[in-house]
């Protein structure tokens, strides 16, 4: 993967600022995009430091203007985009009936309509190509309902599905579209749902009261976790795979 070029969307987070680092570790040069724009800058200065290439490029992903310019200026400044990571996401809680429309649109329009602005930009060029790989970050979720987290959930369901639905479409052109559905990870986003100290054991071994069952290993994944099963999915090992999800959750799906 040395010397090819990556665009990693939520950069500034958990997930995808372990995918940024990941990546870059291998030789990848990475623009790490995000709103965030001073995480994004410290991420990048971070990386910097430490001999690794990677660049900023702030972008709110839910606007299509935006996401256009920034991967011209991608391509124009670092060079043709090889891999493609969705990461950017956000989490809005609360059940179902009582979602505001303004929780349900954000919800949407970063964890679906995001990914489908970025893969668009990005795939329309890496089919002039004829090469090309795309991650989409979602969620274990999309395939087990879980309590108050119906928009979230509904959203990398929709996101899951139309990657794998792009990658059907584009595979011809030798690119190849895979999903990473990850399960608790030790990020603020998770931390977010958690009302007291017990927050971590309680999503270790378990909640009857929501129907959702603990994590078989017993350990809560780190970002590196699911940013390795990014990497995966993109290098060369995994050439022959394509509209695959390989959840990364510890058995909290039970295998779903």
Not at 110 to 117: D, K, L, S
């Amino acid at each position: 993967m040395e010397n090819t070029i990556a665009v990693v969307t939520g950069a500034a987070g958990g997930i995808g600022g372990a995918v940024v680092r990941a990546l870059a570790e291998r030789g990848v040069v990475v623009a790490a995009v995000d709103r965030e724009t001073e995480r994004l800058d410290e991420l990048v200065s971070k990386l910097a430091a430490e001999g690794l290439q990677a660049r900023a490029f702030p972008t709110d992903v839910r606007r299509a203007d935006e996401v256009e310019r920034t991967i011209e200026a991608v391509e124009n400044t670092l060079g043709p985009v090889d891999h493609l990571v969705n990461a950017a996401g956000v989490l809005r809680l609360g059940e179902a009936v009582g979602l505001s429309d303004e929780d349900w649109n954000t919800t949407f329009e970063v964890n679906t309509t995001g990914v489908f602005r970025v893969s668009r930009a990005v795939v329309r060029r890496m089919k002039t190509r004829g090469r090309g790989g795309v991650v989409t970050v979602a969620s274990n979720s999309a395939g087990t309902p879980r309590t108050e987290m119906a928009a979230y959930a509904a959203s990398k369901a929709a996101a899951a599905m139309f990657t794998k639905s792009l990658g059907l479409e584009v595979a011809r052109h030798g690119i190849r579209c895979n999903v990473v559905a990850p399960g608790s990870t030790d990020t603020p986003m998770l931390s977010s749902m958690w009302h007291d100290d017990s927050g971590r054991r309680r999503t270790i071994e378990g909640l009857p009261e929501a129907f959702k069952v603990g994590i078989p290993l017993a350990r809560i994944a780190q970002p590196a976790d699911v940013a390795e099963a990014v990497v995966f999915l993109l290098s060369d090992q995994a050439l022959h795979i394509t509209l695959h999800s390989l959840t990364v959750d510890g058995g909290a799906s039970l295998g779903n």
